[in-house]
């Protein structure tokens, strides 16, 4: 199938709405002065799914922050934890691949088993310290991958040094996957962006 084509089948695919998905929501849970990050729902409208069967990867990036609550002033940033996750199809196997930052890599049947993964809670090691009233702010973006952008990105969460972070790589290539983000972004493909705050709790003085 030609790309154009292709691309026309794809969003003819992903515009059919299903009343009874389940909205994607993003949660931010504090035990023990220690966040948890939870996403649901991110697939089960299907139209994730389709972009994947259709040669489009995901890529989850979460951002995670700290910061601390002060009444009459500004709230005070105190740090930060970013991670990624990749997620696509292979249609050998006919399965889905997630990979984590860190290079876990596991594989899943079903998008139903996928987004079962996707749902559990991340625990994040981002400490309080010193005393006050902090809450954390969570970011996640959801966006397609054209296959280069998933190698590199692989490589990346592998803790190998790729083009996509060295800033290095061939112009051509740059300026051809430049053309491809673009191309998605002209056809209007899903990208979603969820943001979440977690309750404000106390931190004590160490």
Known sequence: MRPCLAFLALLGAVAVPRAA???????????SGVPR?????????????????????LRLHYRLELWRSRSGWFDQYISQASWDAAAR?????????????????????TPEDLERALELPYRVNLKVKGSGNFYFLCRLEVTTLNDTDLEELTRWLKGDVSPAVSGGGNLGGALARGAQ??????????????????????????
């Open 21 to 31: 998905a389940q909205a994607p929501a993003l949660t931010v849970i504090i035990q």
């Open 37 to 57: 990050v939870q996403t649901t729902g991110l697939l089960t409208d299907g139209k994730f799914v389709g972009l994947m069967r259709s040669g489009f990867p």
């Open 89 to 109: 199809h292979d249609p050998l196997a006919d399965d889905f691949v997630l990979i984590r930052t860190g290079g876990s890599v596991a594989r899943y049947g």
């Open 181 to 206: 983000r673009l191309l998605v972004r002209i056809a209007g493909l899903p990208r979603l962006t969820l943001e979440a705050r977690s309750e404000t709790f106390s931190g004590k003085q160490n």
